[in-house]
């Protein structure tokens, strides 16, 4: 059983069985432990304290380690930092212990067994830990009742002693610990987020809500990241923004460029959409904006795009320059995958022949064998016509008079074709309809053109199929 | 002052009135006939026009392959007859140019379009939004054309006799049929191109051509200038007769 301040108060203490608690305090108010909540909690803690630094990770069911090296003048100093942590969370609502130390360990000892909010100057851990019992070294129960039992108590009393023979003794778990406690053996933390090398923090003197002043704060947050990433060479591929609100909530806005970038004007319009669609509540207190992925930014071809130039992979790749704002924004709020151009693929069925690929990749062709017409607009599967009357199994290569298609009739006036296109054996894995196919181009009463095939040999001894495969105009 | 010059003089104050005073140069169609009866002598760039009719895309892809720059095609997500690469390039239309942009619904499509027309670096913007444009949208989007100078074609889906004569801020609206191919030209097609309406351009009743396509030589030409004609009603629909059978057997 887990107590709060004021059950502490009146004399009931953690671990006590509820029956006992009820009988010393009969107004006691008893609520089941949730740990998957308490858990999914503590998550959005380390997230929250993604503004102080971005090494930030949970420990145990109730500890947050965070590695501000680095990170303290920015909030004015180590004791600035460490009070503007504690009063935060208290004031939402959190029961909290603090210590700062140059170890993961010292702190953890510190902040569980030391004076709440102890800071130790670096090099000063020996003399900080000496008088912490030892259980504050991260020791399991029964280490600490076999320590006991040796009349080992303290921490520091430990720490004089051979390593040899406590290792023999009480297992390696003592000496690992005080390592590590010391900083002998390096403890990392692994942060909830891989860390984005690239990163920019404000924090704002009022809670601000307006979308405009959101914007300010942004185009401030990303001039600063461009120029670091600009001084590495590098543009962004992923941006992700972080808001602080007041009430300890964090939404995240990302956003994508399928080139990289370092223009903050381009930059601040991928956000643009997306800044008006979130509920600031009672204001945003802090803003950080990470570069999660980075590349090298590529040279630039400051020959502008007038034609088709006689070297495609060039023309591709200007036309990819001057067009990735535009594809980004698109992509942005369709998604990537949905902005594409038709790339050709080496293959003579007409559904494998152009595939869509990502408007900017690299290796795009666009080089179709010439041949016989193709249609504007190809159906995504064939889809199956009736053809009226029936043509004789063994009948030559004629199409019908008429089909039905979405049960309307039409009549073939004219026909071209047929147009054989046969399987190809290599790609005999890939679904679809596997048989011989005879393409004609046919024109109805109204002028329309359809391509229509038939699917399978008259001497296969088969039933032939008739299908719709794609639209002219 | 004459009446024409005073007609003329008019025309040039409604068009400054209208913005309309810093139109870039238009896109000429290629089809004589059809361009000296345009006010620009051409489709007009930094504007919308509308396209509906059995075919219309091909048309669009005609007017995409007559400009400069990169193409942005916006289709929804759930339309099963998708663009095919190898087919628009018969249509003047180089896939190289073609950028697709599947947009999930009505409000990203429009919103696509948007942002392709403010974009310079476009020729052409071609959407195929699934309702009707409704007369704000359209202001919306020739706005954005205006602003970046881009020419944008909407495909209006449907034969739409009702939404024909809808309000809409659009520069103008083309009814684009298929008819039949004339016996000497089987390979090739043949469209109704009907202009409904066109700012700028005094209204008149059955302004239509038929343009051919060469089914050899893919060059377009207009076969048949039969403007002041009214359009034959039975022309759309599927002759009573016994059909026409004429088969091409192709090499």
């Not at chain 1, 185009?219 to 590495?232: F, H, M, Q, T, V």
């Not at chain 1, 130039?309 to 067009?323: G, S, V």
């Not at chain 1, 290796?363 to 009736?386: H, K, M, Q, T």
């Amino acid at each position: 059983m887990a107590t709060g301040r004021e059950a502490e108060r009146a004399g009931i203490s953690a671990g006590m069985t509820l029956a006992n608690a009820r009988a010393i305090q009969p107004a006691l108010r008893a609520v089941t432990a949730d740990p998957v909540a308490d858990r999914l909690q503590l998550d959005r803690l380390v997230a929250w304290s993604g503004r102080y630094t971005p090494w930030a990770a949970s420990e145990g069911a109730d500890g947050l380690f965070l590695d501000i090296t680095g990170c303290a003048h920015l909030f004015g100093g180590e004791k600035a930092l460490c009070s503007s942590i504690a009063g935060r969370l208290r004031n939402l609502g959190f029961a909290l212990r603090i210590a700062l130390a140059d170890t993961p360990g010292a702190a953890w000892a510190l902040s569980h067994y030391g004076r709440n909010g102890s800071i130790v100057p670096p090099a000063k851990t020996v003399e900080a830990l000496v008088s912490l019992p030892v259980a504050a070294l991260r020791l399991d129960n029964t280490t600490v009742s076999a320590l006991a039992r040796v009349g080992i108590r303290r921490i520091g009393e430990l720490h004089v002693m051979a390593r040899a023979p406590l290792s023999a003794r009480f297992g390696p778990e003592v000496g690992k610990r005080l390592d590590q406690a010391f900083g002998a053996l390096r403890e990392p933390i692994s942060p909830r987020m891989p860390s984005a090398p690239f990163r920019s923090h404000i924090e704002c003197p009022e809670p601000i809500a307006l979308r405009e002043d959101v914007g300010r704060g942004l185009d401030r947050l990303l001039d600063d990241l461009c120029k670091r990433l600009d001084s590495a060479g590098r543009g962004a591929r992923r941006l992700c923004l972080s808001l602080y609100r007041v009430d300890g909530e964090i939404i995240e806005i990302a956003v994508g460029a399928a080139r990289p970038v370092c223009d903050p004007i381009r930059l601040a319009r991928l956000f643009g959409e997306r800044l008006g669609g979130f509920d600031p509540g009672f204001g945003i207190e802090a803003m950080t904006l990470t570069a999660p992925v980075s590349q090298p930014l590529p040279t630039a071809d400051t020959k502008p795009l007038l034609a088709p130039t006689e070297e495609p992979e060039k023309h591709n790749r200007l036309l990819a320059q001057e067009l990735a704002p535009l594809v980004d924004r698109l992509g942005n709020r369709v998604g990537f995958d949905r902005v594409v151009r038709l790339s050709a693929v080496a293959s003579h069925l007409p559904e494998r022949a152009a595939r869509p690929r990502p408007a900017l990749a690299s290796s795009l062709r666009f080089a179709w064998p010439c041949g016989p017409a193709r249609p504007l607009r190809l159906l995504d599967r064939p889809e199956r016509i009736e053809p009226i009357p029936s043509p004789p199994p063994e009948g030559g290569d004629i199409p019908p008079e008429r089909f039905r298609w979405r049960r309307v009739d039409h009549y073939i006036l004219t026909a071209e074709g047929p147009e054989r296109i046969a399987p190809e054996w290599w790609a005999a894995g890939l679904p679809g309809l596997r048989g011989t196919r005879d393409y004609w181009r046919v024109e109805d009463g109204e002028g329309r053109h359809f391509w229509i095939f038939r699917h399978g040999l008259p001497r296969e001894n088969r039933t032939l199929e008739w299908f719709l495969h794609g639209l002219f105009a | 002052m004459s009446r024409t010059e005073i007609v003329e003089k008019l025309r040039a104050d409604i068009a400054v009135i209208e913005r309309r005073n810093a139109v870039v140069r238009p896109v000429p169609l290629g089809l004589p006939g059809i361009d000296t009866c345009l006010p620009q002598g051409g489709l007009a760039r930094g504007a919308v026009h509308e396209l509906r009719g059995s075919a219309a895309s091909g048309f669009a892809a005609m007017l995409a392959g007559r400009v400069t720059g990169a193409v942005l095609w916006c289709v929804d997500t759930g339309t099963r007859a998708n663009l095919y690469g190898p087919g628009l390039a018969a249509f003047g239309l180089d896939p190289q140019r073609l950028i697709v942009v599947r947009c999930p619904n009505q409000a990203d499509m429009l919103w696509a379009m948007e942002e392709g027309l403010r974009s310079p670096e476009l020729g052409a913007v071609i959407g195929e939004p699934d309702g009707a444009v409704d007369l704000a949208a359209s202001r919306r989007l020739q706005l954005a054309a205006e602003t970046g100078g881009v020419l944008g074609v909407v495909l209006a889906r449907g034969p739409g006799q009702r939404q024909r004569f809808a309000p809409s801020a659009l520069e103008s609206r083309w009814q684009v049929d298929a008819a039949p191919a004339p016996a000497h030209n089987r390979a090739g097609s043949c469209w109704r191109v009907a202009l409904a309406r066109c700012r700028g351009m005094p209204l008149q009743e059955h302004v239509q051509w038929m343009v051919e396509r060469d089914g050899t030589t893919g060059h377009f030409i207009v076969a048949d200038a039969s403007a002041d004609r009214p359009a034959d009603p039975g022309l759309g629909q599927t002759p009573a007769g016994q059909p026409a059978f004429a088969l091409g057997r192709h090499g």
